[in-house]
């Protein structure tokens, strides 16, 4: 999900992000995080978010004028996912972040992983009251580490080159945004049989393509021309209730769009090291990193679907419905959101990905009349890759990246695109 700077800046050496000898695990002391909701209230909430200030590194004496910044801490409360947060959404990260963990009850640390820090292309819209709300934070993408506790973070601002000085200065860092904050996600434990057997469904159903199109004309979902004959089988659906997520952590009730005309493409940066069965666990990681650190509304995906290539509901609002989302900045509007669960940059997706993707577009395009392998024209709302109000082209099956100066969905499961969309028109009757 890393986005392309406008402007080239050089990275310092990877040498320069080694912790100093003196800030061995627990070394480092940081103040306590304010708290964003009482005890009380936390403690009914199944799982965690523990927010830590990061602390000067490389001698310098304070946040303002570090260009290092990191913490390292030991015998922590257990967690799973980590990202790093901070005070302004508009300000970006122009820097390099890296962790590493320690397994929960044991002495193994991880090796260094990047975190993907140009995050801001995932969001609400620019001028939406989702993007107003004053909770609302900076943040790199999350990053599933599996059940830690312990931890050491580094953050170096990139150095932007620049003509040499009177004092033979050929270049300066960046300034890193304020109130960098590691965060720590324990997503809690998925609900019990007994405990999930309240109102609602685990599941939608998959459906042969008779049985979805008199659906869609019952219950409304679709305009009854659109119907017949493109309109894919739908696909079996995991829904919030399926995956664990605690309805009490987002904000009540659910935002639309007009008919969704784009299905957006991207992968979550969180990794693949997670197995199919815990993809559940790293949906509820991300939901509340996305809610209790970033400050969405909620989740910001409409589907997620993990490399076994089971479909998962996202964002709250009805499966079949044009739930406005925050996923593609600058085109929420009139469009639905689907992330991979893992990191495509160097890793090809399993066919499993691929075809459930082509099943998942072809009925949800289908719905509102949409061609997998046609194009659409939507507005831009600004914030990004295009001006606000450009008219912009774009395929009706699309990458992150068409829509966004990003590397998202990640090079190797962009290439595989064309043969999705191929496959999505198929399922429609094409």
């Known amino acids: 999900m890393r986005a392309y700077l406008a402007t080239p800046l050089g990275v310092a050496c990877t040498a320069a992000l080694v912790l100093p000898l003196s800030m061995t695990p627990g070394s480092a002391t940081a103040a306590s995080a304010p708290a964003a909701t009482t005890k009380a209230a936390e403690a009914a909430i199944p799982g965690s978010t523990r927010s830590l200030p990061l602390v000067p590194l490389g001698g310098a004496r304070s946040l303002a004028t570090a260009s290092e910044q990191g913490l390292a801490r030991d015998n922590v409360k257990p967690f799973s996912l980590v990202g790093v947060v901070w005070d302004d959404a508009d300000a970006p990260l122009n820097g ?24 801001q292309e995932h969001g609400a819209d620019v001028g939406t009251p989702e ?56 997503p809690g434990k998925e609900p019990a049989p007994e405990e999930n057997a309240g109102p609602g469904v685990t599941e939608v159903p998959a459906l042969t393509k008779a049985q979805t199109e008199a659906d869609a004309k019952v219950s409304g979902d679709a305009p009854s021309d659109v119907v017949r004959p ?21 904000e009540k009730g659910a935002g639309y769009t007009g008919p969704v005309k784009v299905a957006f493409v991207h992968h979550s940066a969180t990794g693949d090291n997670y197995t199919c069965e815990e993809a559940p666990t790293v949906l509820r990681s991300i939901y509340r990193y996305h809610v209790k650190s970033s400050g969405w509304r ?23 419905k044009a739930v406005m989302g925050a996923h593609t900045l600058g085109f929420n509007s009139d469009s639905t959101g689907i992330a991979v669960l893992g990191s495509y940059d160097t890793t090809a997706p399993p066919a499993a990905v691929t075809t459930a993707l082509a099943k998942l577009t072809a009925w949800k395009l289908g719905l509102y009349g949409g061609n997998p392998e046609g194009e659409v024209t939507v507005t831009s709302q600004g914030g990004g890759k295009y001006a606000k109000g450009k008219q912009v082209s774009l395929n009706t099956l699309s990458g992150h990246r068409d829509g966004f100066i990003t590397e998202c969905p990640g090079t190797q499961l962009y290439k595989k695109l064309g043969e999705i969309r191929k496959l999505a028109a198929t399922d429609q009757g094409r």
């Open 96 to 119: 390099t972040v890296q962790i590493r963990t320690r397994a929960a009850g044991t002495q193994r640390w991880s090796a260094w992983q990047d975190l993907e820090t140009h995050n």
């Open 131 to 186: 993007r107003g709300a004053p909770d609302v934070h900076g943040s790199t993408a999350p990053l599933w580490v599996g059940d830690s506790d312990g931890v050491q973070i580094r953050v170096l601002a990139e150095e932007e080159p620049r003509a040499e000085g009177p004092d033979g200065t050929i270049g300066a860092h960046t300034v890193l945004p304020q109130g960098l904050r590691l965060e720590l996600v324990d």
């Open 230 to 250: 493109y309109l894919g089988p739908r696909p079996r659906i995991v829904t919030r209730k399926g995956w664990g997520a605690d309805e009490t952590l987002r």
């Open 298 to 320: 909620d989740i910001g995906y409409n589907f997620a679907v993990d490399k076994c290539g089971t479909i998962y509901e996202g964002r709250s609002g009805g499966v079949a």
